[in-house]
């Protein structure tokens, strides 16, 4: 089986191309395969399946064997796909990509004859009116209900000093440190969050820290996958409860582990826009 791996900010998955191959069970390939000891190492896998109302179905399986509805970062490196493997003719700049949250365009970035990122219509977030509180780690927490196809529970840090906060003027800053971010025990949190009983289909954790109505740091605690380097779909949902809480912009720039995204949300539709890269890191084979 062919397969292609690719990564948006950090956040890698192992594509393969099934207008060509056949995957019988791709839940279990998914665990096998995405093991970075044992397999090829991933934080999934993704199907690029035939679609009759786009150019593309995305069929997205997490680390642990489970279905993702949506992946930001996976359909940006799905039209990549599609663009240099010329699926798509090489006068489009914009492809369709249908995906169990729904149709998306994206329009392509185009440099010397290859994608090199994209701008993803993420559609229409949908934000909770009113903050909720969950106990984690042993801590009362505030967080923010967001659906962008999936489910999100957004927390900010100046919502919740038990996650611990700056007492000499410290923040994570524009530069990709997430110093602040980086001291939340999100390896015990996130389990508990993820799993816990206010969420039957289990829940992404997002943690962010406001550092300017323009820019944000960002950690994520995925369901199916853990911590990983970078989430579309959670970077959308906290810079859509960001805006609807009057804490950002309509335009924020996103520091992840793995890189920076840029998220658009529009107040008065909540719909919402994501451009960041997509690179191919190597092609392969399996026996």
């Not at 179905?57 to 064997?65: C, I, L, Q, S, V």
């Not at 490196?77 to 663009?83: D, S």
């Not at 995204?261 to 008065?268: G, K, N, P, V, Y």
Request: one cysteine or more; proline letters at 5%; aromatic letters at 6%.
């Amino acid at each position: 089986m062919k397969f292609t791996k690719m990564q948006g900010c950090g956040n890698d998955y192992i594509y393969v191309n099934c207008f060509e191959e056949n995957v019988k069970d791709p839940s279990e390939l998914a665990v096998k395969l995405s093991d970075r000891r044992y397999g090829i190492g991933s934080d999934g896998l993704i199907l690029i399946e035939p679609s009759d109302r786009a150019d593309a179905f995305m069929h997205m399986f997490n680390r642990d064997g489970s279905e993702g509805r949506m992946c930001g970062n996976g359909i940006r490196c799905v039209a990549k796909y599609l663009y240099d493997s010329g699926m798509v003719p090489p006068d489009r700049t914009h492809v369709l990509i249908d995906t169990k949250a729904g149709v998306r365009e994206i329009r392509l970035d185009i440099k010397d004859g290859k994608a090199a990122g994209a701008t993803v219509d993420m559609g229409i977030a949908e934000v909770s009116d009113v903050p909720d509180v969950i106990v984690a780690g042993g801590m009362k927490l505030c967080f923010t209900a967001v659906s962008t196809g999936n489910p999100h529970a957004v927390f900010f840090l100046e919502d919740n000093p038990a996650l611990g906060g700056s007492t000499d003027g410290e923040t994570s800053g524009g530069d990709g440190s997430l110093a602040l971010l980086g001291r939340i025990p999100l390896e015990i949190i996130g389990p508990e969050i993820e799993s816990s009983g206010r969420f039957p289909d289990g829940v992404n954790a997002e943690f962010a820290e406001v550092i300017s109505p323009e820019e944000i740091g960002f950690r994520v605690w995925e369901r199916g996958s853990g911590e990983t380097y970078a989430c579309g779909t959670g970077a959308t949902a906290a810079v859509a409860a960001g805006c609807f809480a009057g804490k950002l912009a309509g335009k924020v720039l996103v520091h992840l582990r793995g890189g920076v995204l840029e998220i658009e949300c529009d107040r008065d539709t909540g719909r919402c826009f994501m451009t960041g890269p997509a690179v191919t890191v190597f092609t392969g084979d399996t026996p």
